[in-house]
């Protein structure tokens, strides 16, 4: 059973950074890209980074320079370094992957930039 649980979510200020956890179970995880998503309210959710089996990494524009993908195949987890970090990335963040076809989500991690 593929599981992928979100962690470190939470309020910073304008200009702060966090740094979102996904770890990975139920899967060969060194095998497979890995990516993380946001959804605000009220608008669809987006691509924000991705990163390939071969630690290739893939950026939004608008995260492009401020947003670091990494992943420890050792941990099974991917994590997700934001830095100066805007109102506009307010959303919840999901770890998402593609296994043998059929698409795992996590349950999401909020994070809030407000002063």
């Known amino acids: 059973q593929v599981q992928l649980v979100e962690s470190g979510g939470g309020l910073v200020q304008p200009g702060g950074s966090l740094r979102l956890s996904c770890a990975a179970s139920g899967i060969i995880f060194s095998f497979f890209p890995m990516a993380w998503y946001c959804q605000a309210p009220g608008q669809q959710r987006k691509l924000v980074a991705s990163?390939?089996?071969?630690?290739?990494?893939n950026y939004a524009d608008s995260v492009k320079g401020r947003f670091t993908i990494s992943r420890d195949n050792t941990k099974n987890t991917v994590y997700l370094k934001m830095n100066s970090l805007k109102p506009e990335d307010t959303a919840v963040y999901s770890c998402?992957?593609?296994?043998?076809?059929?698409?795992?989500w996590g349950q999401g991690t909020q994070v809030t930039v407000s002063s």
């Open positions: 990163i390939g089996n071969d630690g290739s990494t």
């Open positions: 998402y992957t593609q296994y043998y076809g059929k698409d795992y």
